[in-house]
Nanobody
Framework: QVQLVDSGGGLVQAGGSLRLSCAAS????????VGWFRQGPGKEREFVAA???????TYADSVKGRFMISSDNTWNTVYLQMNSLKPEETAVYSCAADRRSRRSRSWEEYDAWGQGTQVTVSS
């Protein structure tokens, strides 16, 4: 089973940028789909973006054009570059891996999770 460690969160002003990382141990992520989800205070967990080797990336409509999901050449780390951040995007961001590589927007489809990293966007 792959193990994930996500990092890169922090405090940023509205309009700023952050890059989150999701590092895998145990095996490469090249045969998985990797998704990023977020959960803000008092909100449901929501899909942000996902990627796999075969189909590429997919995004929630709310982040299209501002966020980019990518991997390094070895598929050991997946990144989420977040630009033009908004205060309402304050949340705990978590990466997850699906061994069936489906790029699902449903968090229940994912098998392994990182511990989460806090992103706070100040107005």
């Amino acid at each position: 089973q792959v193990q994930l460690v996500d990092s890169g969160g922090g405090l940023v002003q509205a309009g700023g940028s952050l890059r989150l990382s999701c590092a895998a141990s145990g095996r490469t992520l090249s045969t998985y789909a990797v998704g990023w989800f977020r959960q803000g205070p008092g909100k449901e967990r929501e899909f942000v973006a996902a990627i796999n080797w075969y189909d590429g990336s997919t995004y929630a409509d709310s982040v299209k054009g501002r966020f980019m999901i990518s991997s390094d050449n070895t598929w050991n780390t997946v990144y989420l570059q977040m630009n033009s951040l908004k205060p309402e995007e304050t949340a705990v961001y978590s990466c997850a891996a699906d061994r069936r590589s489906r790029r699902s927007r449903s968090w229940e489809e994912y098998d392994a999770w990182g511990q989460g990293t806090q992103v706070t966007v100040s107005s």
